[in-house]
């Protein structure tokens, strides 16, 4: 029997489905992850992801899936982001983002094509599917900031007046994609009229918006908002806001017991009142209050040396690089409690970090080949003296082919969101991981 092969055309390739991204996922599934993520993302009765399921596949595995499925079809994708399964509507987005980002593209920029898929978007976030924290920052600068950056931006502010959580977040965060080309004005109205807002989430989403125009814009316009508005923002909005900013400037901004009285309801920081019932004090007293707080921030601002301005590369004291508008590295301990803004998080030491459970550390991936050698961690011992000397040898290393191959995987990570660098070093700004951040900073 003679067997005949099959002609390259012969063969033809399967048409993507969302049958074949669930099965690709689920060949990824880690079931103790999964445990843990249900608990990170808040899934207990009247909590903000009730109900959501995970398999537990890390963000950086979902986008290799994503990328291998980019050609589905809209139809497929709604049955992804009509999942119950966190990871399937997570990756649906995520494919959607990349879908808009190639029609974006110079080379082959198709307009209708970038519209179907916002318009898809915007449905879908009303449809209440792009319902959680992590698939709403994914997703909602690269499309909606995207499309909207050159068009009337109206429906943010009716996303922003939901009474859904996940439309008023979708309204914050998609202005990013507009900080990333340096127009703040959309991110400050809608910080404004978001400014009382109660939950958790949206405080969070607008405190980091306001971070990113004081990084990527004009931190002169994050501190006239500031200025204006810090003796009546939540503490969770104001301490995200002022994050990077040096600590005697953080202070200024925190002494804001005096105007608290002008709240109405005067309940606790994260119970007030929707900004519908909020009352706007623009009195005398405020007016003082203002002006001493301007004056305090003159003198404070005489005194601090300001990390360098956008445009050149520079480490601020909060401990985040950021070089091209899409590329932003921050460096955090593995004690420390995982933020929505951390993106993808990878330890970077070669030792895990004591005390600390693997079923219940949020770490998207563990490089520990790229730390440095056991001669140079014994030899540095973590002393602030020879950190200098530290830098020049580990950098050498890191020249190495294997560790070379590592940081070239955490730039392309860091390409597709903010990048954060683990480490369990007490003294993070002189460590492993922040030879790293500087590394990828260049």
């Excluded at 939540?234 to 009285?261: I, K």
């Amino acid at each position: 029997m003679v067997t005949v092969a099959q002609t390259p055309e012969a063969v033809r390739p399967q048409s993507p489905t969302a049958a074949l991204v669930q099965a690709a996922l689920a060949v990824l599934a880690d079931p103790a992850r999964a445990r843990s993520s249900q608990g990170f993302f808040k899934t207990g009765p009247g909590d903000y992801g009730e109900g959501d399921v995970f398999l537990g596949v890390t963000v950086p595995q979902q986008r290799r899936v994503a990328r291998a499925h980019a050609a589905l079809p809209q139809s497929e994708l709604d049955l992804l982001l009509d999942s119950g399964v966190h990871e399937h509507r997570l990756t649906g987005v995520l494919i959607a983002t990349e879908q808009f980002t190639t029609a974006s593209s110079t080379r082959g920029l198709d307009e209708a094509r970038r519209g179907e898929i916002a318009e898809w978007y915007l449905e879908t976030v009303r449809r209440g599917r792009v319902n959680n924290w992590d698939i709403v920052d994914s997703s909602a600068p690269g499309i909606l900031g995207g499309w909207l950056f050159d068009r009337p931006r109206d429906v943010l502010f009716e996303l922003a007046a939901s009474d859904n959580v996940w439309e008023r977040r979708v309204a914050m965060i998609s202005t990013q994609g507009f900080v990333r080309r340096a127009d703040a004005s959309t991110t400050l109205e809608l910080a404004a009229l978001l400014r009382d807002d109660p939950h958790d989430l949206i405080q969070k989403a607008v405190g980091w918006m306001l971070r990113e125009v004081g990084k990527r814009v004009d931190r002169e316009l994050l501190l006239a908002f500031l200025d204006e508005h810090a003796t009546r923002m939540p503490r969770t909005a104001l301490s995200s806001a002022t994050e990077h900013l040096a600590p005697e400037l953080r202070a200024v901004y925190r002494m804001r017991e005096e105007a608290q009285s002008e709240r109405v309801g005067r309940g606790s920081r994260n119970d007030s009142p929707r900004r519908e019932t909020m009352v706007r004090a623009d009195g005398p007293g405020r007016s003082i209050g203002l002006q001493v707080l301007s004056v305090v921030r003159a003198a404070v601002l005489a005194r601090v040396r300001w990390p360098e301005q956008n445009g050149t590369r520079g480490t601020d004291r909060g401990g985040t690089m950021s070089t091209e508008p899409h590329f932003t590295v921050r460096v955090a301990r593995a004690y420390d409690e995982p933020t929505p803004s951390d993106g993808t998080r990878v330890l970077v030491d070669r030792l895990w970090p004591r005390g600390v459970k693997k079923e219940s550390a949020h770490f998207d991936e563990w490089c520990k080949e790229v730390a440095p050698s056991s001669e140079l961690r014994t030899w540095y011992g973590h002393d602030p003296e020879l950190f200098a000397e530290f830098r020049r040898r580990y950098r050498a290393e890191l020249r190495q082919p294997e560790r070379a191959a590592i940081v070239e995987h955490l730039r392309e990570l860091a390409r597709h969101g903010t990048l954060t660098l683990i480490t369990a070093s007490k003294a993070a700004d002189i460590s492993d991981a922040t030879v790293i951040a500087e590394l990828l900073a260049q």
